[in-house]
């Protein structure tokens, strides 16, 4: 039996197909569209503008362009809203709503009629619920990122949100700037429509969703005020109405050999340590699952190449004009798995059969001659982190690659805010911070990681520290900071057990993060904690009870790979 296109997919319940037909048709032609275009395929356009998401600023037109690609290509766009994350509009943090917007995509994408979709999102947890909800759905789809901002000026230097935001903060507490500066800066570090200009969360996902092959080659890292971008939209609705000719699926393209692709991008662009939570997320929607020795075989192999804030130099605007995500792909090439296929239709082996006619070796480094040796992410174990934690080690310290500290205990994050600043807190430079109750049931797991250097010491010139905590940071932080450790606080893990004045070992080296008491302690002490206080009504409530931890990428139970039949 031919499968049904158009306007009859997906129709309403009625007991009578063909009046269903009919009634859809007589309202869809209530929006004046003619019956020569109610005939054609359809391609929805998953859109998420919001007045409180400035990185989507540029909807209108990426939608504007998207529909003029498929029509061109004789199909009839239906633009729809989904939910829309704003990064920094949302409390207690925008990840627990990742699994809620790949809910609405998900079920959207399967209860209304359309033979294909582009999804457009940008801002850091849209572009994987929308991965997420892409790979669930299964019907063709690509990919559309908004794009990152261009840089301010301050002073003859040009500013990045969000890692200049965090170093002049930080020089402002330590007294190194004052009220008035601080105040002029704020308006000059996110001048344009678009995502955070470094390599933070939002353009590593651009580039993982490159790599895994769910975006059109070469579109990651176009600025979002270049025209190139909305050229791109243009060619990805034309090329979303092939997929409806020959389809080629989520399930098709998303395969453990591309996400060990993206894994190995990830390293190479040294990327956000967001991206290791929602890349699990999304392989997990197909049943796949990269284990935490194989990602730090995929680091340890894998060099860092790109130069960008927050570990390097350049933003995103100088990774694109140095040849974006196809020149990191071909330093790599032999690393990867050649024979992963994208949403056009191509291998990785013909994606990069043509040699680059120029890389900008200021900003894209040749293998030969990297930023790093070794790749910028690694999975870390030890006593309080038995299923694993996360450490960026591009974006740290190395003289805390190899250290003994004592624990400075915040068991919360109101704790944190309280006594953080206290100029009678016990603290000095080679202690190490650590934060309870930040995972995502204790919390909904923000981006809390990024622990302040205590003013006293910042006012004395400390400018790093190790810290711990179960909680995420934001992919433009940089810091000797252990994340993401699991099983969390609120569930009763062992990172519960440690208190102020224990000494704890840090070794890069042996990836290892360990408290150093007796583990009868441990489990003693463990007794007397109770789980953390969760909310008893609506999402928040569905979301503490159901929420895996951060090495199952924080996604529900209850969305994870299923059968076939029961999809």
Known sequence: MTKKQGLKRNLTNYGDSEFATYLRKSFARSMGISNDMLDKPIVGIAMTPSGFNSC??????????????????????????????????????????RNLMAMDTEEMVRAQPMDAVVMIG??????????????SANIPTIQ????????????????????????????????????????????????????????????????????????????????????ERLVAAEETGRSVVQLIHAPILPSEIITEKSVENAFRVL??????????????????????KISQERLNQISDETPVLVNLKPVGEGYMEDFYAAGGVRAVLHEIKHLLHL???????????????????????????SYDDPVSDVGGLISIKGNIAPDGAIFKRAAATPELFEVEGRAVVFEDLEDLSTRIDDPDLDV??????????????????????????????????????????????????????????SPETGI????????????????????????????????????????????????????????????????????????????
């Open 492 to 567: 009763g893990g062992p990172l519960a057990a440690v208190e102020t004045g224990d000494r704890i070992r840090f070794s890069v080296k042996n990836k290892r993060i360990d408290l150093l008491v007796e583990d009868q302690i441990i489990v003693d002490r463990l007794k007397n904690k109770k789980p953390a206080k969760t909310p008893t009504r609506g999402y928040r409530s569905l979301y503490s009870k159901t929420v895996l931890q951060a090495t199952d990428g924080c996604d529900f139970d209850f969305l994870l790979h299923a059968p076939e039949e029961s999809r």
């Open 267 to 288: 390293m190479a662009v040294s990327g956000s340590t967001n991206a290791i939570v929602h890349l699990t997320a999304v392989a997990g929607r197909l049943g796949l």
């Open 144 to 227: 559309l990122v908004t794009g990152p901002m261009s840089t301010g000026r301050h002073r003859g230097e040009r500013l990045g949100a969000c890692t200049d935001c965090r170093r002049f903060w930080a020089k402002f507490r330590a007294n190194e700037i004052d009220h008035a500066e601080i105040s002029e800066i704020e308006g000059k570090l996110s001048t344009t429509s678009g995502t955070c200009g470094v390599m933070g969360t939002a353009s590593t996902m651009a580039c993982i969703a490159e790599t895994l092959g769910m975006s059109l080659p070469d579109t990651a890292a176009i600025p979002s005020v270049h025209s």
């Open 56 to 97: 989507h600023r540029g909807m209108p037109e990426l939608v504007d362009a998207v529909s003029r690609g498929v029509l061109a290509a004789g199909a009839l766009p239906r633009p729809f809203p989904t939910i829309s994350l704003g990064e920094v509009f949302l409390s207690p943090t925008s990840m627990v709503y």
């Open 339 to 365: 024979d992963t296929i994208n949403v056009a239709g191509q291998s990785l082996a013909e994606i990069l059969a043509e040699p680059m006619d120029w890389v900008d070796r200021r900003y894209i480094k």
């Open 428 to 485: 000095q430079a080679n202690d190490f911070l650590v934060l309870k109750n930040a995972g995502p049931v204790a919390a909904g797991m923000p981006e809390a990681g990024y622990l302040p250097i205590p003013k006293k010491l910042a006012q004395k010139g400390v400018k790093d520290m190790v810290r711990i905590s179960d909680a995420r940071m934001s992919g433009t932080a940089f810091g000797t900071i252990i994340l993401h450790v």
């Open 122 to 135: 940008g801002c850091d947890k849209t572009v994987p619920a929308q991965l997420m909800g892409a790979a």
